[in-house]
């Protein structure tokens, strides 16, 4: 027997009232109200911590509230689980995909419903799933294995699957992270026509401004537990929700440029590598960059980014060509990387670049533990040496510790970022190679880590940065190139570039 799709039939009003959520003495939410109309896009902003995934966790019934309650479309309602809230129609789509790759769309569509027959009549199934998705404002393959999707079509199939159960209230948990700039409004885009047709209510956690300015009717902000504001978008500028968020005037970065351009510091000729599955080639034909230039590596995610840090980094052995550092062919030995004065801030710093269980001041160190005057090498640890430096990058790099001998991993991530910068930015540096350094951080974080970043450049430093936020990429970069199955698809100076023209080559239109 076929499923019929159970079409949202109406847009519901979601309402978290007086909400509150305590862990043991912590206190993640506290007396949060926040409104949801029916048939609006609403989104919902806040530095990491600042509890956006309490709250949505408490909707949801993964936590269940302290205090305070729930109302959907106006009446109370106990959310036990997140099978009790599918069953109000409540459903999210989470930041990383939960479809089974081997899988096709219609299988994945399938296997999500709390009915899955256990004898499958696809005649039947097919028809029904045709019929749902002539009703839809997008189109996604079903036919296909969904490791063979890309990126967007994956999210659209995840929102379908949502529509698919009968949710009229959708939960998006920064949707567009692993996306395109036009996938990223593509998505959206359909999302918002189906709020304004009525048929869903959208609440949305975002970072990006430029999608709660497009996209969002409200926002709500979020700031250490607790609601620092909220209203209609129309109303309000990017200045506005910085400052809600901040909870007092925006702190903006010094973006500010000098004209520099030197001797070129890093090349990369026919370089190559195998990548992570073994079974494609990483092939960099011609790259450089030059002192005080910020060359900037667009691309989505799983294109051969984490391999090219891995090369440059000297974790993934090169099967032809050369990488070179003023004239010198680099291996990124320790020795060598000191004496050539390269330095590095790698994705995910706290397992690519810091000893967690070690102490900050410890980690602020590796650099200069086991070097004496002259830097000649020395034997013995100076305690004393350690501390000093420590509270020295800490005063300069504003890193927020209770201590130095707290261990690294007790930072929060923008704080290991500024603890990591400061140790490789601290010294003469002639080549800083960058991974993502703001990914996932909130919005002082990213304003502090960009700003030194650009300060280096004016310096003179040559920096490779390697990011998937496109905004990053414009905003800092020089000059651009994109990534695309493992090779350099495209490149133009920053200042000519075109979003729409990035984004294709990214996409792999091109």
Known sequence: ???????????????????????????????????????????????NGAGKSTLVKCIMGFYHATQGGLLVDGQEKR??????AQKLGLGMVYQHFTLVPSLTGAENLLISRADAPAVISWQKERAALTAFLDQMPFKVPLDRPVRTLAAGEKQKLEILKQLYLGSRFLILDEPTSVLTPAEAD?????????????????LMITH???????????????????????????????????????????????????????????????AM?????????????????????????????????????????????????????????????????????????????LQNACAPSMSV?????????????????????????IMENAHDRIAEFKVKTTSPHSPISALSGGNVQ????????????????????????????????RERIVTARNQGVAVLL???????????SDRILVMSEGKIAFETTAAKADTAQIGTYMAGHA
């Open 1 to 47: 027997m076929s499923h019929e799709p159970a079409l949202p039939t109406g847009a519901i009003g979601v309402e978290a009232v007086a909400m509150t959520m305590k862990f043991g003495d912590f206190t993640a939410l506290d007396d949060v109200t926040l409104n949801v109309r029916p048939g609006t896009f609403h989104a919902l902003l806040g530095e």
């Open 79 to 84: 959310v036990r689980d997140p099978v009790d």
């Open 186 to 202: 593509e998505v959206l885009g359909h999302v918002r026509s189906l709020c304004e047709a009525g048929q869903i209510s959208v």
């Open 418 to 449: 500024r603890a990591v910068l400061a140790r490789e930015l601290t010294g003469d540096v002639d080549l800083l190679i960058v991974a993502n350094p703001c990914f996932g951080l909130d919005f002082a974080a990213v304003a502090a880590i």
């Open 466 to 476: 390697i990011s998937e936020d496109l905004d990053e990429i414009l905003e800092l």
């Open 273 to 349: 590598a195998r990548d992570r599955s073994g079974l494609k080639a990483i092939q960099i034909d011609a790259l450089q960059v030059r002192a005080g230039e910020i060359l900037g590596i667009a691309g989505v995610s799983g294109n051969g980014q984490t391999e090219l840090m891995e090369m440059l980094t000297g974790q993934r052995k090169l099967t032809g060509g050369a990488i070179r550092v003023k004239d010198t062919e680099f291996k990124a030995t320790r020795r060598q990387a000191a004496a050539l004065k390269v330095r590095y801030l790698p994705e995910e710093p």
């Open 208 to 270: 990006k401004f430029r999608e709660v300015t497009q996209f969002a009717d409200d926002v709500s902000v979020l700031r250490r537990g607790r609601l620092a504001g909220s209203g209609r978008v129309a109303d309000l500028s990017r200045d506005d929700m910085a400052r809600m968020m901040m909870g007092g005037q925006p702190q903006g970065h010094d973006t500010q440029r000098t004209e520099t351009e030197g001797a070129v510091v890093l090349s990369l000729d026919g």
């Open 361 to 385: 001041a410890e980690n602020l160190a590796f650099r200069l533990f086991d070097k004496g005057q002259g830097a000649r090498p020395k034997f013995w640890k100076n305690t004393r040496q």
